[in-house]
């Protein structure tokens, strides 16, 4: 049973570029969220994506934007980088109703900024 | 608002010992989930065990156990018996309605095994 698996798993770009990131979810969860972390913080939450649409959003600027896919993959765009968006991506994917069901995540993408 | 906090941000504990890493969070919601994840140098998070808010009694997984204080508003990871692999960043977090569908992270805990 595949995990949740996100790729690429490093990728280095410039101030301005565009960024996309991918996101296979764990076999049988519809629920897929994103989260950013920065070195030596916790994960901060972007969005979820829950029935090809954004279900909730955190406090993150419209250059973060994503989609999910029929078969409940998720990409998330990132444009026109600045330095401020180098940190670890994760991906995490869910099945549970509210309050309950732990996520699982990916190993994360880092994206190094320059 | 929903927080969590945790205050230790790094922990030392000799192998086969006993630690206790400690995290509060706010919140005004009756109804919500607390769970501690573990995150190796690898980045996966990886989640270790989860209290609800309405369970009566602490939660237990293995060498994991959650000091569940509800009035204190505390939800402390015990790990007993540590060993080497062990050497991680530890995370608490929690779900509630107030909050919607996401998950809030604190800033985590380095905790480092000695031999």
């Known amino acids: 049973d595949a995990g949740v698996t996100q790729s690429p798993t490093h990728l280095i770009k410039t101030r301005g570029q565009q960024v996309t990131l991918r996101c296979s979810p764990k076999?049988?969860?519809?629920?897929v969220s994103w989260y950013q972390q920065a070195l030596g913080q916790g994960p901060q939450f972007i969005f979820q994506?829950?029935?090809?649409?954004?279900?909730q959003r955190g406090n993150f600027p419209d250059r973060f934007s994503g989609h999910q896919f029929p078969n409940y993959s998720s990409e998330l765009n990132v444009n026109a980088l600045l330095l401020g968006d180098s940190a670890l991506y994760l991906c995490?994917?869910?099945?549970?109703?509210?309050?309950?069901?732990?996520?699982?995540f990916g190993e994360g993408s880092r994206l190094t900024v320059l | 608002a929903q927080k969590i906090t945790q205050t230790q941000p790094g922990m030392f504990v000799q192998e086969k010992e006993a630690v206790t890493l400690d995290c509060t969070y706010d919140?005004?919601?009756?109804?919500?989930?607390l769970f501690w994840y573990k995150q190796p140098s690898s980045g996966e998070m990886i989640f270790l065990i989860y209290?609800?808010?309405?369970?009566?009694q602490n939660a237990t997984e293995g060498r994991y156990s959650l000091n569940f204080q509800k009035a204190r508003k505390s939800a402390n990871l015990v790990i007993s018996a540590s060993q080497l692999g062990d050497s991680a960043m530890y995370f608490c977090?929690?779900?509630?309605?107030?909050?919607?569908?996401?998950?809030?992270f604190g800033a985590g805990t380095r905790l480092f095994v000695k031999a």
């Open positions: 209290q609800g808010s309405y369970d009566e």
């Open positions: 076999s049988g969860h519809d629920t």
């Open positions: 919140t005004s919601d009756q109804s919500y989930g």
């Open positions: 977090a929690m779900r509630g309605h107030t909050g919607g569908f996401k998950t809030i």
């Open positions: 995490a994917s869910s099945a549970g109703t509210l309050n309950t069901g732990e996520l699982f």
């Open positions: 994506y829950y029935e090809e649409e954004e279900r």
